[in-house]
């Protein structure tokens, strides 16, 4: 080998060193993932069209706000970073963190499924239940009155809900749809006999005059917690939501402000039962 060759395959080492340095020390470094985020000056976050009063745009501005998002502009501004929106769907979130699009999701719900490429937060940030939105005067008491091949459930695609109704109403046809919108639009044409729903959401629909909403027995609670990617380094971002989640509950900050934000609305809690609590 000549000395030039020498010289290169010398430098090819180095190199190669180096990039297994950084990489080790990438994936033994805890907090990896958020000193990337608080050296990219952003937090990237989702919002969803028709998921009112967590994600509000205003038509006019494009502007994005709900309590969803101040909620995610508080860790922003504890990050020190800017506060950046990504309009995805709740059956995109895997893919969207996959391809580095979002670095945190709130108001999900553990999703086995999703679970494969997402870290949860185990401490809720709030509880609800599950509800259907049911057509005007046709309330239900129990999942098994739904439960029959005569039924129509309409839930969307990739949430949490289509596990719910796969699992509680097995012989049920269950209409799939991309958004909240195409739901209330299939419950509207007589097309379903109800769209499963959070209660906070379903009640926020009602406001609209579509239909009436039923908490069926059994209750089902339904924790919404935070998500990140599952990635090396994700650890010390983690201990930092959870820390903040912590705080927000313990302080009373996250049910005041979901409290008012609900009442702000018009939106009447009490169909809630009493023992309730989020």
Do not use: C, H
């Given at each position: 080998m000549?000395l030039?060759?020498?010289i290169?395959r010398?430098?090819?080492?180095?190199?190669?060193?180096l990039?297994?340095a950084?990489a080790?020390?990438?994936?033994d470094?805890?907090?990896?993932?958020l000193d990337?985020i608080r050296?990219?000056g952003?937090?990237?976050?989702p919002?969803m069209v028709?998921?009112?009063?967590?994600?509000?745009?205003?038509p006019?501005?494009?502007?994005?706000s709900?309590?969803?998002?101040?909620?995610l502009?508080?860790?922003?501004d504890?990050?020190g970073?800017?506060?950046?929106t990504?309009?995805?769907t709740?059956?995109n979130?895997?893919a969207?963190?996959?391809?580095?699009?979002?670095?945190?999701?709130?108001?999900?719900?553990?999703?086995?499924?999703?679970?494969?490429?997402?870290?949860?937060?185990?401490?809720p940030?709030?509880t609800?239940?599950w509800a259907?939105?049911?057509?005007?005067g046709?309330p239900?008491?129990t999942?098994?009155?739904?439960n029959?091949p005569e039924?129509?459930v309409?839930?969307q695609?990739?949430?949490?809900?289509?596990i719910?109704a796969d699992?509680?109403l097995p012989?049920a046809?269950?209409t799939v749809v991309?958004?909240?919108?195409?739901?209330i639009?299939e419950?509207?044409?007589?097309r379903?006999?109800?769209?499963l729903?959070?209660v906070f959401?379903?009640?926020?629909?009602?406001?609209?005059a579509?239909?009436?909403?039923?908490i069926?027995?059994?209750?089902l609670?339904?924790?919404a917690?935070l998500?990140?990617?599952r990635?090396?380094?994700n650890?010390g971002?983690?201990?930092f939501?959870?820390n903040?989640?912590?705080?927000?509950?313990?302080?009373g900050?996250?049910?005041g402000r979901?409290?008012?934000?609900?009442?702000?609305?018009?939106i009447?809690?009490?169909?809630?039962?009493?023992s309730?609590?989020?």
């Amino acid at each position: 080998m000549t000395l030039f060759g020498k010289i290169l395959r010398a430098a090819a080492l180095s190199i190669g060193f180096l990039g297994a340095a950084q990489a080790t020390t990438a994936q033994d470094n805890p907090s990896a993932v958020l000193d990337s985020i608080r050296s990219s000056g952003e937090l990237k976050i989702p919002v969803m069209v028709g998921e009112e009063p967590g994600y509000i745009k205003d038509p006019a501005t494009g502007e994005w706000s709900g309590f969803y998002v101040d909620f995610l502009q508080d860790v922003a501004d504890a990050l020190g970073v800017e506060l950046t929106t990504v309009e995805t769907t709740w059956g995109n979130l895997a893919a969207d963190f996959q391809s580095n699009k979002i670095d945190v999701a709130i108001g999900v719900n553990p999703n086995p499924q999703r679970g494969l490429v997402v870290d949860y937060l185990w401490e809720p940030l709030f509880t609800d239940a599950w509800a259907m939105l049911t057509p005007d005067g046709a309330p239900v008491a129990t999942w098994a009155e739904l439960n029959t091949p005569e039924k129509t459930v309409v839930v969307q695609k990739g949430s949490t809900m289509q596990i719910v109704a796969d699992a509680l109403l097995p012989k049920a046809n269950i209409t799939v749809v991309e958004d909240r919108n195409l739901a209330i639009m299939e419950l509207q044409a007589k097309r379903a006999d109800g769209i499963l729903l959070s209660v906070f959401d379903a009640l926020q629909v009602s406001m609209k005059a579509v239909g009436d909403v039923s908490i069926p027995e059994p209750m089902l609670r339904n924790p919404a917690t935070l998500a990140v990617a599952r990635q090396p380094g994700n650890a010390g971002f983690i201990n930092f939501l959870t820390n903040w989640v912590q705080q927000q509950r313990s302080l009373g900050l996250a049910q005041g402000r979901l409290q008012k934000s609900w009442e702000d609305r018009g939106i009447d809690l009490s169909i809630l039962p009493s023992s309730f609590s989020f």
